[in-house]
């Protein structure tokens, strides 16, 4: 393997194991970042056989590309303390060492969430002053850009971790889209300032003392409005809200096709109409968000959808080299500092 | 005021000043369902001058309603516990002592939600074995017919009173929509057993035990597919997922719009399609589903968005009509008793 420090650019250990479409997303992903120009080094982990055999079935070229092999693979039921121990070839557990032994810059894996976020956080650890670390997901809105901050990196959480959620989203929002003083919401069930249950209220009060451009509380109304640019809430809430939220294509999908089948004229108009809704509702693609990213670890780490395309791995790709260029790692330790955990 | 025992009928007190667009969408509401030769008596609840103004004004004869003087209006910021005892002349209040009273069989109300819960609690009473009632949604899906139980009723919930409200919730879906044995799910962050919060990892265990038709967990995303008829959450998840939802249509007209400013033959085929778009989507019109029932208290009491229509009032009496003939607030009182809280 080539060293990290032979390499005057960013370098990216490429989970290819990990996603519903594995290998084949993840190595189209990566060609296409290799053949864009962009300017990484990618290692690709995974079993270098099927690695191989697949690009050669597919007439895909591996040239740019450096396959590190990896022969374990972590199932969907695997535990992640056990896995690193019973699984240390595998791509992730691989993967997330090779940016722990300052091999790689970056992890970009389209695996189980919660097996990435386990395994990064385990082997790169936590930055100081971060108790939990964090995933966030772009959310396309009508209004301002907007995140979701925690969308299931851990649930059960303090006041405390949800301001650190809050830090470590600001300065990501700030760096990697340009906005000055990200403003930022706290999700409840209405916006009075008494409402909510009880780790919202110590929440509230939290953000309200801290430098964090705070508005407030937000309804889950607010969301798709973009009223605010971070938008804060446990884990348990987020997931639950982004799952909801990704079934709503198909649901629209359903509806159209029962009020087809009920109206014969209708039915046309949809089937005229179908291309255009599918460019309308292009912005609610998550592949074309680069994955969402694991904050407040001691690395970078890309999390992408399971069913992630090529281009969604590619655009990981670009997301995890953005993050390295901008030296988003030691900015969040930075902007940690004042609001050490006593 | 009549007596209740003097109509041999069901008797609604209609809560004519709680709406955004009070009294005229109560008014008519009732006039609809008065109309429709729906055997139900409904007592208008409100200022008498106000009502007799805005009926006249509009041509609305008021036959077959009778008005009760109801002066004083609870606003957005008043707190229900007080609210109770500095405005017993409101028409919220009125209507809830009518049911506490026996004048009444049901309540029915598009005020401010968190307000009609609890001055319905606290008049009425809860039923045995009920700690705290709970407010459930019919959400449209895909699949199995399908209500969220709680949307809101209050937060920071123990695993008991979630498991109270899957056994209110199978027996109302059992009797309001001839379900045999409804299924429920517990909506959490993974499918596994063992995944989710404190809270939730309790509920499964309680919901395991118990003898209703639990499917186990499911996620954010099985909810539009109707995966169970009944989603249980606790009022903070639900609360946030319900506006979520609601908030979507707006957005999609938003992605809309957006498209057909970019693209010009888009845009006139979008104009084309709004209208089969528009009667598609009338399945997410939450006007079709006449509000949402307060279940675990002692009565019925409906509550319907603040935007309600004129058809949402008229649905919202049918359904306490449908509630009160089918002796809903007895056969969950009986349902209850084998999982008194020690």
Known sequence: MTDIKKHNKCVIALDAMGGDFAPKSELLGAIEAFESGLDVKIFVLGDEDKLKSFA??????????????APQ????????IEAIKSKPDSSLVMGANLV???KAHALVSAGNTGAVASV???????LKNVERPTIGSFIPSSGKLTYVFDVGAFVDLKPQHLLSYAILASIFTKEMHSINNPSVGLLNVGEENEKGNKQVKETFELLKNSSLNFIGNIEGKDILKGKCNIV?????????LLKFGESVPDFLKFLLKQHAEKNVFDKIKIGLFRKTLRKALQPLNPDLYGGVPLLGINGITIIGHGSSSPTAV????????EMYNKNLTFKLEEALKPYAVK
Do not use: Q, W, Y
């Not at 590619?314 to 080299?321: D, E, R, V």
């Open 56 to 69: 050669a079935e597919n007439k895909i070229s591996l040239d740019g590309l450096e396959i590190i092999h």
């Open 120 to 126: 990064s956080t385990l082997l790169m650890g936590r």
């Open 232 to 240: 804060i809430c446990d884990g348990f809430v987020g997931n639950i």
């Open 314 to 321: 590619k655009n990981m790709i670009l997301k995890a080299k």
């Open 73 to 80: 693979v972590i199932g969907m039921h695997d535990k992640p």
């Open 100 to 102: 722990k032994e300052k």
